[in-house]
């Protein structure tokens, strides 16, 4: 005898496994390493503290 199939579950199933390899595409095309987010964060704030060293007027922080 044939194994009964609820194809709305085997539709489900489907739909998340394509999910799971569409997104598994972007972490490797879109994804950075940890490294990586240091190394912009750290050039992101050196760039803000030479544009701060240059300024003319000194800003208050009151």
Excluded: T, W, Y
């Excluded at 194994?3 to 595409?25: F, G, H, P, T, Y």
């Amino acid at each position: 005898m044939a194994e009964i199939v609820n194809l709305r579950m085997a539709r489900k199933r489907k739909q998340r496994a394509d999910a799971q390899s569409v997104a598994e595409e972007n972490r490797l095309l879109h994804g950075r390493s940890k490294a990586e987010k240091r190394i912009a964060e750290a050039e992101q704030e050196a760039a803000v503290r030479h544009l701060d060293g240059h300024r003319r007027d000194v800003p208050d922080d009151k």
